[in-house]
């Protein structure tokens, strides 16, 4: 299943309102989730099965989508959101990410 | 809390091999899937593998599958990834992660070079 991120890349203001989205090519029902990775760090897990907000992930984070169409939003963006963000079906394997999208502050 | 620690990582010749080790602590191990990921510099995430509980069932990617093996020693709380015929492709850092589908636990990765 291919996973295809858009935008590649972006800028935005502190406060603004982020959106990314990624499609599969296939139905995945709501097997997707999203992470955030900074540079040298490790990904860490944003949201999972589409929709649900991790633990300890801030409410500004939301995921919505299902089947082929999902959608990562950060509704104000923070300095510290400056990251690079995959998606990633887990609907089958091989386990496929999209290309990434990486977010920088204006 | 959750720790999981790579190790063996460095420098090998291209088709040369390389064991990866990872140890986990503050979980129960033998209730876990584990994984292998990987990141060639500067570019995305890879999935490489996935080991069941139990050990009985792997998955892998279609880029390693046949040259690496990915086990597990339950009673040592250790994760391994046999990494054989490596090219100059297969520089990465490498990760072991904890789930079987969304993952929330990762370790901090280990630098595999692959150069002549």
């Known amino acids: 299943i291919q996973m295809t991120q858009s935008p590649s890349s972006m800028s935005a203001s502190v406060g603004d309102r982020v959106t990314i989205t990624c499609r599969a090519s296939q139905d995945i029902s709501d097997w997707l989730a999203w992470y955030q990775q900074k540079p040298g760090k490790a990904p860490n897990l944003l949201i999972y099965?589409?929709?649900s907000l991790q633990s300890g992930v801030p409410s500004r984070f939301s995921g919505s989508g299902s089947g082929t169409d999902f959608t990562l939003t950060i509704s104000s963006l923070q300095a510290e959101d400056s990251a690079t963000y995959y998606c990633q079906q887990t609907r089958s394997f091989p386990r496929t990410f999209g290309q990434g999208t990486k977010v920088e502050i204006k | 809390q959750v720790q999981l620690v790579e190790s063996g990582g460095g420098l090998v010749k291209p088709g040369g091999s390389l064991r990866l080790s990872c140890a986990a602590s503050?979980?129960?191990?033998?209730?876990?899937?584990m994984n292998w990921f990987r990141q060639a510099p500067g570019k995305g995430l890879e999935w490489l593998s996935m080991i069941t509980d139990n050990g009985r069932t792997v998955n892998y990617a279609d880029s390693v599958k046949g040259r690496f093996t990915i086990s597990r020693d339950n009673a040592k709380n250790f994760l391994y990834l046999q990494m054989n015929s490596l090219t100059v492709d297969d520089t990465a850092v490498y990760f072991c992660?904890?789930?079987?589908?969304?993952?929330?636990?990762w370790g901090q990765g280990t630098l595999v070079t692959v150069s002549s």
């Open positions: 099965s589409a929709s």
């Open positions: 503050g979980f129960l191990f033998r209730d876990y899937y």
């Open positions: 992660a904890r789930g079987e589908y969304s993952i929330a636990f």
